[in-house]
T-cell receptor
Framework: GAVVSQHPSWVICKSGTSVKIECRSL??????MFWYRQFPKQSLMLMATSNEGSKATYEQGVEKDKFLINHASLTLSTLTVTSAHPEDSSFYIC?????????????FGPGTRLLVL | GQQLNQSPQSMFIQEGEDVSMNCTSSSIFNTWLWYKQDPGEGPVLLIALYKAGELTSNGRLTAQFGITRKDSFLNISASIPSDVGIYFCAGSPPGSNFGNEKLTFGTGTRLTIIP
């Protein structure tokens, strides 16, 4: 149980285009999902907290207009990188927290590797 | 912001050896989690710790939540080739809204097994 999927697993795009990444909890419902970015050989950095039915909460320094997050249902959150630039190239990972758990546990997706040319 | 320091940064061991790594913080955490990440994959949860002093095992893995709530360690016994990867600690600080607890990740420990 507690499987999280991401789509696509990798994407290459031209500078200036927008890219949408989906995060799904496959066998549980998640009122909260999280989006992270990870640069090579570095740790995971939280970008935003996505809450079902409400606006996402962004971490300091993360542009909300550039990284659009939508949490439309209890099993799906999307991250759209708008007007992508080469510096946005990174490994984007989502995680989901089962709604019925009393304690903090996050399950991670397999990640999406974005390369902006 | 809060930071979690992991040590060592990297380890080179022989198959069959035991492994020990730890994670320290300058402030307290309510929850400690240990994850393993393989190249090009998302982190996989290994062990979750929720109470100070708690000692939990998962197969060959053992982790403890420090009494001061500012540290945790992870031990791997009798390492095997599939243990190779990057191990991250993560903590949830007090004061987070229930249900929206954020995780702070450690700097990672890269484990390599020498044939």
């Amino acid at each position: 149980g507690a499987v999280v999927s991401q789509h696509p697993s990798w994407v290459i795009c031209k500078s200036g285009t927008s890219v949408k990444i989906e995060c799904r909890s496959l066998d549980f419902q998640a009122t909260t999902m999280f989006w992270y970015r990870q640069f090579p050989k570095q740790s995971l950095m939280l970008m935003a907290t996505s809450n079902e039915g409400s606006k996402a909460t962004y971490e300091q320094g993360v542009e909300k207009d550039k990284f659009l997050i939508n949490h439309a249902s209890l099993t799906l959150s999307t991250l759209t990188v708008t007007s992508a630039h080469p510096e946005d190239s990174s490994f984007y990972i989502c995680s989901a927290r089962p709604w019925d758990r009393d304690q903090e546990t996050q399950y991670f997706g397999p990640g999406t590797r974005l390369l902006v040319l | 912001g809060q930071q979690l320091n992991q040590s060592p940064q990297s380890m080179f061991i022989q198959e069959g050896e035991d492994v020990s790594m730890n994670c320290t913080s300058s402030s307290i955490f309510n929850t400690w989690l240990w994850y393993k990440q393989d190249p090009g994959e998302g982190p996989v949860l290994l062990i979750a710790l929720y109470k100070a002093g708690e000692l939990t095992s998962n197969g060959r893995l053992t982790a403890q939540f420090g009494i001061t709530r500012k540290d945790s360690f992870l031990n791997i016994s009798a390492s095997i080739p599939s243990d190779v990867g990057i191990y991250f600690c993560a903590g949830s600080p007090p004061g987070s809204n229930f249900g929206n607890e954020k995780l702070t990740f450690g700097t990672g420990t890269r484990l390599t097994i020498i044939p």
